[in-house]
C-alpha cells in the first residue's frame, strides 16, 4: 500500500468473548466485501489480549459507506450479540508516515 | 482513555526477524518509559503473522519528544539491527471514536 495524498486510517481494537467459533469466517467475509468497496486501501489485523485491526481508506466517505453496506451491518449486529464483550473504534487521518526494510 | 478533545494515534506495523528473545525486554522498558513521557495516553498492541502497535498521544509535539528520546533511539536502531525485517509508522489524527460495552 503506497501512498503519497492523505487518507484514513479506522483503528478498530476489540476484547472477545470466549466462544468465536463462527467468528472468523465472519471476518473473512468482511475482508473479502471491504476489499471490493470503494476508497478501500489496505487491511492490517493481529489478535493477542485484545485484537487490533487497522483498515486504510482514502476518504471518510468511504469510510461511511462500508459502515451502511447492509452485509457489514448484519456482522456489526453479531458482533455485539455474539463475538465482543467490548470494542472501540476511531476514525484517523494519517498525517505522516515512514517506513523500514 | 477517555477522551473529548482531539489527539494522535501512531501506528507502528512490524515483521520481525526469528530471533526476539532480547525484544521482550526492550519492548516492556520502552512501554515504561513512554508512559512517563509527557502527552502520552496510552498504547495497545497484538502480535500475529505481523504486530500493531497503537499508542495514544495529546498532540504531535508529545510525539516528536518521545521518537528523540534517547533511550527509545537507541531502542529504534536496536529495531533495525536486530529485530525488525520490516516495520511502518503512521502518525494519525484520531477524528471521530466510539465504543461499545
Redo the contacts between chains.
Sequence with gaps: MQNTESY??V?F?S?QQEDDSSYQKMAEQMETLAKQQSGYMGI?????????T?SYWKS?DAIKNWKENSAHLFAQEK??TDW??????????????????
Design positions: 484514513y486510517a483503528i481494537t476484547k492490517e489485523s493481529a489478535k493477542e489480549t485484545i485484537g487490533i487497522v471518510l458482533g455485539k465482543y464483550t467490548w470494542y472501540k473504534v476511531r476514525i484517523c487521518k494519517v498525517e505522516r508516515e515512514y517506513e523500514f526494510g
